[in-house]
């Protein structure tokens, strides 16, 4: 068990408002008790989409590919500076502007571990540059990639085992227009 698995997180109830604290292997364990989180989806200039793969190690849905960040805020952490200090530690880069866009709360099981992810995730939205010099912690990030929506949405519709649960719920939330 990794360091990080014995963060606390904050429980939360249906509507997203805190009931209590657990670990987060507490939290990941079966059944799963709902928790706050975060995803963080980095978008250039041309609407694509930064996503990597999640590090073999990962202790859920390890290998899959998924949005460019997610992490869980530690409880009473302001959620836009939490996902800042995640993303600078995850990929190296610093985002000064993340802008949350919806909420997405999802139940997934993952079957090669047999924990569970139950969460009140925040989508948070980030605009990078094209050129983003990013420096991925391997231990969290196997590999990045660019990629379009429609590109996206067609990959997981082909192939939804290759990534993350969660990916398609907090699609859903992202605005895919470029930003010009």
Known sequence: MTDREQHLVELVDEAGLAVGRATVADAHRAPG???????????????????????????????????SCCGHPAPGSPLATAAAERVRDELGVAV???????VH????????????????DHVLLGRVPADLDAAPDPA????????GPSALH??????PDAYAPWLPGVLALIPTEPSG
Not at 96 to 102: I, P
Not at 105 to 120: H, I, K, M, N, P
Not at 154 to 159: Q, T, Y
Request: one cysteine or more; charged letters at 30%.
């Open 154 to 159: 067609d990959s997981i519709a082909s192939d």
């Open 33 to 67: 008790r709902l928790h706050r989180a975060f995803s963080v989806v980095l978008v250039d200039p041309a609407g694509r989409l930064l996503l990597q793969r999640r590090a073999a190690v990962k202790t859920r849905f390890a290998g899959r590919w998924a949005n």
């Open 105 to 120: 709360t999802y139940r997934a099981a993952d079957d090669a571990t047999g924990l569970v992810e139950c969460e009140y």
């Open 96 to 102: 000064a502007d993340l802008r949350e866009v919806g």
């Open 140 to 147: 969290e990030v196997s590999e990045l990639r660019w990629i």
